[in-house]
């Protein structure tokens, strides 16, 4: 644990109340991003041998934020619930460093999905075939994290620096620092314009001409109704998944980046406390999109889904059914014996289906009656006239019985 002399920051800016809250959401973003980005891996795990090469980047973008929820949430939690940041200045880096490495790696994966989105539909020749294939792709993730992983180590070798955030139960970039340190301001330079500026005009490029393609290619598409149709079709799923994914995604991390260019090239003093909570925490929302939009609207996704939980829900139900079926066929099989024959009347004494209710002596083995001194006759009330008879029912004809009964 950390104390308040370790640095100035630790104390809360903002109110209990507004932590308090902001502690509640951190808590439900937490669990719902967990259970979502697992889910997705778990699907895409099951049909790992199906999987496409665009579909690497679903898988890393939900490895990207089940790592930033891991990492990010269990500190953020318990800090903001305190009023105060909990833990030493070593673990504020680590959390710093963790968020900035998982979110730039979700915005560049971004970044590259919709370039490949573009390659798939406007440039059909190159990307069908073997000249996009899963090499390629691995390659593509394994630089999305370099380029994330250079700017988070920036700070950590000089290049900037990390530090409390301005409302003081988390950590991040240190916004104050640009104003007295020139190379802190490089990195923020470099930071904004490499990470957001450039993905975000990417992204925007890459769906316009897509739009635009597809818009000019509908025409020509209904009227040749073709395999080419379906690919078409795909193609036209997979950038309505992507831009949905990108647009999340952004306007989750725009109000950050906006207030964070507001302190580091602005008086940093002017920006409210709350306003950097509110960013912080819808950024962090970001983790919710990506398995949402992909374990709903994903067709294979979504089926593979349903699939998987209803094996599970079999193979969870098997051994209750198994017992139940079991017992069904004891049940079964001593169908015959008084212990499965015998119900319970509603005053609680046993009913023997064997013996006949209207029948006053049982049948013997042999098919003769057996005495019955214990067991009471049922009788009839008969009118005949105006005169009343009280008969055994056994002593009654068998149509008069089959009338009575």
Known sequence: ??????????????????????????????????????ILLFVAYRKKSSLK?????????????????????????????????????????????????????????LTVLSCVCWLKVCCPNYASGNKFSYCHACLLVACIWCYAGAFAVGPLSGWGEYGAEPYGTACCINWHAPSQNPVAMSYI???????????CTVIFLS??????????????VQQHMSPQNKITNAHALIVKLSVAVCIGFLTAWSPYAIVSMWAAFGNPATVPPMAFALAAIFAKSSTLYNPIVYLVFKPNFRKSLCRDVAQCRRTLCGCLCQRSSTQKGMCRQSHHKEECNSTRLSNGLPENHRTCRH??????????????????????????????SEVAVSQLSNEMQSDFL
Request: include cysteine; charge should be neutral; glycine fraction near 8%.
């Open 53 to 109: 090469p665009a579909e690497f980047f679903v898988v890393n973008l939900a490895i990207s934020d089940l790592g930033m929820t891991i990492t990010l949430f269990p500190l953020a939690i318990p800090s903001a619930f305190a009023h105060m940041w909990l833990f030493n200045q070593t673990v504020c880096i680590v959390y710093a460093f963790c968020g900035v490495l998982f979110g730039l790696c979700s915005l560049t994966n």
């Open 189 to 199: 330079i470099c930071l904004f314009f490499f990470c957001y500026i450039v993905p």
């Open 207 to 220: 769906y316009t001409f897509i739009l635009l393609t597809v818009r000019g290619s509908r025409q020509a």
């Open 1 to 38: 644990m950390g104390n308040a002399s370790e640095t100035f920051l630790l104390v809360s800016r903002i109110s209990k109340d507004n932590d308090f809250l902001m502690g509640t959401l951190y808590t439900i973003f937490g669990v719902l991003s967990v259970l979502g980005n697992g």
């Open 359 to 388: 029948c006053p002596c049982p049948e013997t083995a042999t098919g003769t009656r057996g005495n019955c001194t214990d067991s009471p006759q049922q009788t009839a009330r008969i009118l005949k006239g105006s005169q009343h």
